[in-house]
């Protein structure tokens, strides 16, 4: 893969094309940008027919070790990897090691083994298997494994130095094995950088994983939950420092558009797309203004209607909240609140996506209420469309010089019910 | 309306509409340039559209052997082929299948649900969305049940009175009074191209006088729901045949209802748990006395050796939960039974599901991928289902093309070979049932 820059802002966000990616190196990824969550290769709740309903999809498809190291006999007997085995064409396949939007139970990491949670129960990795998986797995890029339990409050500095050595440690091995594999062979390898809430850690593993032959940077143990912006913002920043210019960034468990755009202020390239998908969970819809025209205008129309929707929701600044990733922000609607039922809009007045187009809140509400699968369907379509919406946004406000706009849309939204700033 | 090639899911099968006055109206005009809304608003043509029955049945072919048929059956949103399976949407949805999902499956009429929908969102709020059709947005034809069946099978106190059903709603604990007069204005709110009478229901295992008591006042509440239909030129109100497995009530009802003019007959109190014996001869005895002229629904019947037997009996129409309820539970209808794919033994089959399906699930995946899928995310179930419905449809499809083409004993033949191991394993209501309208099985 290849990272092509049109534009980098001083010490902080970048602008550009990834490309390469693939076998044939010929599928390209627009960055800042996300990739395509799935649970076990498929989009959740979504079949070919209804994934397709959305015009863009990013080219890159995640798939988590947490939803499918449990099938890993049936993989090396499939023997053409995953892609072939989930009917997946015409994708890049990136393979993480966790599921974002699936917090796992901690303490069973060890110094040679790291675990994830599958249908069955744990599954304890070590290398060796890990390895073992990538070679039935063949994605075209893969994560190196890695010991990232530092998210907890109070986790201790020697834990945290913990997690920076063995994931190094991890990441030799990997490499070597990686080598060695002829499976693997064109298969790319991102390093993972750890380091906790310590900024000296975090420096220490972001230079010493640049020092490895790797594709790229994952930057684990910052989710959402783990800690506020402000520190999140600081830690990339030093670590952004260490990583060489022309090696993407793909940024763990950070999914929120506020915090996105902070981070992709802070220098990252990549996102994972779990976040309409929790959004869908818990039956909201996404609804967030992506406008940054400069008419105050159309603006404050626009701003009286969403304050209109989310006048009267709880909000809690996401930020603080150690524990609650599944709490609702004031970027979406919840659509099962009763003032629904009647409400004959779509979810969002000019989204071209397929439930906006055929569906009402009405609708919605109804699906939701009388708790029908197809609620489930139709708020993913929606809330992937607009959240890939989002991202191209985000580039087209960066390509533009607009990003403290968006910035203060997003930012304003989100003020306009905690009365706190920023 | 022209010849159409099916969509995917029913291979090799067409449907053909004839001389259908009512379209052909609206083509001349549209073909001579005549702008849409001048149309609408052209007086003679309202007058037309108003002369125009809401529904239509037109024989296009009728078995020589037995008495099956093939029809077409014109109805206010699209035509319907018959025999037909009509898959079942209880709450206004096709249980997680977007309606483009639905429509490209090839399905022309699907089911809602009076007693659920009535309930919840309640039929006010289902009038201000344009009706079921608007609410859901599904653009071919609906067919709702009365609520009678839910009454009796989900309410727990519900009392039947000669006014109606009372019961008390699981919601809110309010005291309700199903009457056919509600029942049908609650049919008009959600303004579905066929409505079911309000009947009163009775188990097919329960004998005695209360199968007589029911048989009659489900003829006087035939004639209470055709008074209160407010819609007769949009909607199509369907009698329902009682009479439980007593041939003597049954011929009762049937001749007092094929005197009231409506436009379709369902054949009702079957497919609960009576035996498999008795259910046969009352769907023939129906049969034979209703008229040849207007469809016949048999009510709750979807396994597919007893749709092929009944349409060879003379039914028509068919509802059943079954295929997409199963289809959640992971098992995957095929010709030769059914495929359990969340079992052990299919986590490393690579083939898909049927090899001979057309349906968008079994042309990309395996039942070895739906298998480990189960374990993550709904979306299984939701392929499942897609795939099911692709069954039932291509077995309708299949048994109208083989009733057209003049092969459909040749048809049964093949069909009951390829769904039981060996003869010896034919169940013997289906060998009778057959053997009563001349088609021997080995």
């Known amino acids: 893969m290849k990272l092509e820059l049109s534009r980098v802002v001083q010490g902080g966000s970048r602008l550009g094309v990834l490309k390469g990616l693939g076998r044939t190196g010929q599928h390209s990824l627009d960055v800042p940008g996300c990739l395509l969550y799935t649970r076990c290769g498929s989009a959740p709740h979504l079949t070919q027919d209804t994934l397709h309903t959305l015009s863009t999809l990013p080219s890159v498809t995640q798939v988590t070790l947490s939803t499918i190291a449990e099938h890993q006999e049936v993989l090396e007997e499939c023997k053409d990897g995953f892609k072939k085995f989930a009917g997946l064409h015409e994708t890049v396949l990136y393979c993480s090691l966790h599921d974002p939007a699936a917090p796992c139970p901690t303490g069973h990491t060890t110094n040679k083994t790291v675990s994830v949670w599958g249908s069955g129960g744990r599954i304890e990795l070590s290398v060796a298997k890990f390895m073992a998986l990538q070679r039935a797995v063949r994605p075209d890029w893969y994560q190196s494994m890695a010991d990232g339990e530092t998210w907890q409050e109070n986790t201790s500095r020697k834990r945290v130095r913990k997690s920076v050595d063995r994931t190094l440690a991890h990441l030799d091995e990997c490499l070597l094995v990686h080598h060695n594999t002829q499976e693997l062979e064109g298969v790319e390898v991102f390093g993972v950088v750890e380091g906790g809430d310590i900024l000296e850690e975090r420096v220490r593993s972001a230079r010493e994983t640049a020092k490895r032959p790797v594709s790229g940077f994952c930057l684990d143990g910052l989710q959402t939950g783990s800690m506020n912006q402000s520190l999140r913002t600081q830690l990339i920043t030093a670590v952004t420092q260490e990583l060489p210019e022309d090696k993407p960034r793909l940024l763990q468990g950070v999914g929120r558009p506020d915090e996105v755009l902070a981070c992709v202020e802070a220098g990252v390239d990549l996102f994972e797309s779990f976040f309409p998908f929790q959004v869908t969970e818990r039956g909201c819809a996404l609804c967030f203004s992506l406008d940054v025209s400069p008419d105050p205008e159309l603006a404050a129309v626009l701003r009286d209607d969403e304050e209109r929707d989310t006048a009267g929701e709880t909000q809690e600044n996401g930020d603080l909240n150690h524990s609650d990733q599944t709490q609702m922000t004031s970027f979406e609607i919840d659509l099962n609140e009763k003032r629904y039922h009647d409400d004959f809009r779509p979810l969002v007045e000019g989204c071209g996506c397929y439930c906006c187009r055929n569906h009402q809140r009405a609708y919605l509400h109804h699906l939701l209420v009388t708790n029908e699968l197809l609620a489930g369907v139709l708020l993913m379509i929606h809330n992937a469309a607009h959240y890939h919406a989002f991202f191209a946004a985000l580039r087209e406000a960066l390509a533009d010089g607009k990003l403290d706009l968006l910035k203060r849309r997003l930012l304003g939204e989100r003020r306009a019910e905690t009365g706190t700033k920023d | ?442």
Not at chain 2, 385 to 393: E, F, K
């Open chain 2, 1 to 442: 309306m022209q010849n159409t090639t099916a969509p995917i899911g029913q291979t090799n099968c067409q449907l053909q509409v004839h001389d259908v006055t009512f379209s052909s109206n609206m083509a001349a005009a549209v073909q001579s340039g005549v702008n849409a809304e001048t149309l609408v608003n052209n007086m003679s043509v309202k007058k037309a559209l108003a002369a125009v029955p809401p529904l239509t049945l037109q024989i296009v072919a009728e078995c020589p052997v037995t008495k099956a048929r093939a029809c077409d059956l014109i109805l206010p949103h699209s035509a319907v082929s018959t025999p037909v399976f009509m898959p079942v949407g209880t709450q206004g949805t096709m249980k997680g299948i977007t309606v483009d999902q639905l429509e490209g499956l090839g399905c022309q009429i699907c089911l809602g649900n009076t007693y659920h929908l009535g309930m919840r969102p309640g039929p006010e709020l289902i009038e201000k969305a344009n009706g079921l059709h608007g609410f859901m947005n599904w653009k071919r034809n609906l067919l709702t049940d009365s609520g009678g069946f839910q009454m009796v099978s989900l309410v727990e106190l519900s009392e039947v009175t000669e006014e109606g059903v009372k019961f008390k709603s699981p919601y809110d604990g309010k005291e309700i009074l199903l009457s056919p007069e509600k029942s049908i204005s609650i049919q008009n709110s959600l303004g579905s191209d066929i409505m079911m009478q309000l009947d009163d229901v009775v188990s097919s295992t329960v004998t005695g006088p209360r199968v007589e008591e029911a048989m009659h006042r489900s003829i006087r509440w035939l004639d209470r729901c055709i008074t209160a239909n407010k819609n007769p030129h949009k909607q199509n109100l369907f009698a329902i045949i009682q009479g439980g497995l007593n041939a003597e009530l049954r011929k009762a009802c049937l001749h007092e209802m094929t005197k009231r003019n409506v436009p379709g007959f369902a054949i009702g109190g079957l497919s609960g748990g009576e035996e498999k014996d008795d259910f046969w001869r009352m769907v023939t005895l129906s049969t034979d006395y209703l008229p040849p002229e207007k469809p016949r629904y048999l009510m709750g019947v979807g396994y597919a050796v007893d749709l092929v037997v009944c349409v060879a009996l003379g039914c028509d129409m068919f509802d059943c939960v079954f295929p997409t309820r199963t289809a959640r539970f992971g098992s995957a209808l095929v010709p030769w039974g059914s495929l359990q794919v969340k079992q052990k033994q299919y986590a490393k089959d690579m083939q898909p599901i049927d090899p001979d399906c057309q349906c968008a699930t079994c042309k990309r995946h395996s039942r070895a991928y739906l298998h480990a899928l189960f374990k993550s995310d709904t979306a299984a179930m939701h392929h499942i289902t897609v795939h099911n419905i692709a069954y039932q449809l291509t077995l309708m499809c299949s048994v109208r093309q083989s009733i057209v083409e003049g092969r459909f004993p040749e048809f049964i033949r093949t069909f009951m070979k390829r769904l039981f191991p060996s003869p010896d394993q034919y169940p013997s209501w289906a060998v009778d049932a057959l053997a009563s309208v001349n088609v021997t099985l080995e």
